[in-house]
Structure formats: structure tokens, C-alpha cells
């Protein structure tokens, strides 16, 4: 199975601030990497897909980059609702595996 | 628009037989493929086994001696059984749709259903 270790665990800033996350795969991925992003209580929800590719309707400050076994998410301006966890996953093959999920707090 | 909620008993005996129903609108189950992903309480989710939009069946080889996934067309439902609870089963069921095919995007998720393994 393809591990996903994501760092760090948790993350405290504050509104404005930016934001990077990592994604390290156990092995090459090939780019099919997928993130989420869950509010307490609530389902994921996809972010960005192909490590890169932004999904309708997510904002512009969420951007994704890598390849191989190392990949991020980056938050430009945090805005209140961007603090949740996030979640990387391997979309490659099976079983398709999640990172332990990054807790994005304010600071 | 696309929705998928799931339904199923809140407890499980430890040792019994969880069920669950996906239930699905807004898209078809003969186009896209059906996840059942699990979480456990401040955890990753874990992926535990897809139905193919042509009726083929995935499994997580961690869980596939206890899981099976089954669906009704005709009633836009996808279902789980998982037998031989353990308390570490306990945690939000979820089912997906899955956007790709031979990758997995899970682009629409139900709300989930809290299931707890306790006697």
C-alpha cells in the first residue's frame, strides 16, 4: 500500500497569513494526487485534483504543486473559513490511501 | 444536483453485521463508480472499496475478507455489508462518488452516518 504522511500535523496563523502543507507519498504517485478539506462535522470536500488542477468553484488562493512523492497545498491570504483540516490522498491506486490530515487553527 | 446520503443503525454489537444504504441522486450508477470511505474520530479517512459503474466490485485487501459492496440500479442504491465488528470500526461511514475512473477523485461525498461497534 502507498503510505501518505502529511506535515506538519497542525498549523496555527492568522487571517491574511499563507500557508503551505506537505504530502510526501511512499512512492512515485504520477501526479494523482488529490486534496480535501474537512470543517468539524462536516464531509470533505475536493479541493484540487491532479496535484495541481483547481476544482470549480474553489477560490484562487488554493493551489497545489509536486510530483513524484512530494507534493503541497498552498493557502495564499487565509480567510476565516479556510481554517479546517485538510486532507492529501493517493488518487493512483488501490487501495487509494489518505494522508493523517493537517488542523489548520487560528492563531 | 448531485447527492448521496447514507443510511444504517447508529450501534453495532461487537461481532454483528454492519448495513448500510447509499442512496443516490443526480447522477447514474451505471456512469460513475461508488466509494464507501470510513473515518474514524479525529483520523485520516480510509478508503474501503468502490462499485464500478459496471457493476465490478474493489476492495481494500485490509478489509475485503469482511466487506461486500452490492447495488440496485433500479433504485440508485449502493450497499455495504461488513461483518465481524470490532470496536475499531467505530467512526463515520461515508459513500463517494468517484469522478475518474482508473484514479480516484471523490468529488461528491454523503454526510455520513455515525456507526458505533459497543455492546
Known sequence: ?????????????????????????????????????????????????????????????FSGSGSDTQYSLKINSLQPEDFAS?????????????????????? | QVQL???GPGLVQPSETLSLT???????????SVSWVRQPSGK??????????????????ALKSRLSISRDTSKNQVFLKMNSLQTDDTGTYYCTRDRATTVA??????QGVMVTVSS
Open chain 1, 86 to 107: 485538510y486532507y492529501c490522498q493517493n488518487g493512483l491506486s488501490t487501495p487509494w490511501t489518505f494522508g493523517g490530515g493537517t488542523k489548520l487553527e487560528l492563531k
Open chain 2, 44 to 61: 485520516g479517512p480510509e478508503w474501503m472499496g468502490r462499485m464500478w459503474y459496471d457493476g465490478d466490485t474493489a476492495y481494500n485487501s
Open chain 1, 1 to 61: 500500500d502507498i503510505q501518505m504522511t502529511q506535515s506538519p500535523t497542525s498549523l496555527a496563523a492568522s487571517v491574511g497569513e499563507s500557508v503551505t502543507i506537505t504530502c510526501l507519498a511512499s512512492e512515485d504517485i504520477y501526479g494523482s494526487l488529490v486534496w480535501y478539506q474537512q470543517k468539524p462535522g462536516k464531509s470533505p470536500q475536493l479541493l484540487i485534483y491532479g496535484a495541481t488542477i483547481l476544482e470549480d468553484g474553489i477560490p484562487s488562493r
Open chain 2, 5 to 7: 446520503k447514507e443510511s
Open chain 2, 105 to 110: 477523485v471523490f468529488d461528491y461525498w454523503g
Open chain 2, 22 to 32: 447509499c442512496t443516490v441522486s443526480g447522477f447514474s450508477l451505471t456512469s460513475y
